[in-house]
């Protein structure tokens, strides 16, 4: 019996945004990430640090029926969380206050991470968070 | 002038499920996921080999407002990606013929990646990539 296959980890994280380009504009310029060509009308899409992908879409476009690649499309705020470098958390407060942007939320955590929630402009929730929230084993 | 922070990667991906338990079995048989507790009601979490974390939420519960943590929550079928090793994708074949889960497409990318594409029991589009479907540099 082959061991059973499992993912190594995220390689696509999605989002959507009606209004695509203020939402890459926060993505690029709020939180410094490097934009990727490629989705065109569909959306936009960022390389993270890691190796990762950030992917906005435009719901009503990816939702489209008989796309070349299998469609999909959300309505209401979604939800992610960018894991920030030690002292990250302190840099972004200080770079969103001269931003004049929101922090909706700040979360020490029991795991010992700490984190900070704004809102990108599509309205979802977007959490930059300095080490852990959740345990480090399964359980 | 400090340098403007910027996030190393995505710690959390979220996605939605109204039947939380079918969402969640899924990712823990099928794909072999690890559990994490604490989402309680809420949802279920699930710990990747890279350190990162996909979040299943009962999109009406997580909507709620005043929760602790700012409310979120998407109704319409999302988009993962996960990253596999080599062999990963004829590996996973494997294992979903033999569960009867239909491969809805495989796509070959120029940038040298293949991926498979199917759907949790929520709709959500899943796909596992092995290599790259995106430019190694920006732009």
Redesign the interface.
Known sequence: L?P???????????L?ASDVAAAAAFYEQV????????LGELGA?F?????????I?E?EQ??TPGR??????????????????AG?CD??A??LRRLDIEI??E?NWPEGGRSL?I?DPAG??V???EGE???RA??
Chains 1, 2 share one sequence.
Do not use: C, M
Not at 47 to 55: A, P, T
Not at 68 to 85: C, D, K, T
């Open positions: 082959t059973k296959p499992r993912p190594l980890g995220v390689y696509e994280t999605s959507y939180l410094g990430l490097d934009p990727l060509s490629g899409a390389r993270l640090q890691d190796g990762g992908v950030l992917l879409f719901p990816a939702a070349p690649i299998p469609s999909h499309g959300a309505a209401g705020p979604g939800h992610v969380a960018f894991a920030v470098p990250g840099a972004f200080g770079d909706e939320r979360i929630y809102r979802n929730s959490e930059l968070i929230a959740w345990p399964g359980g």
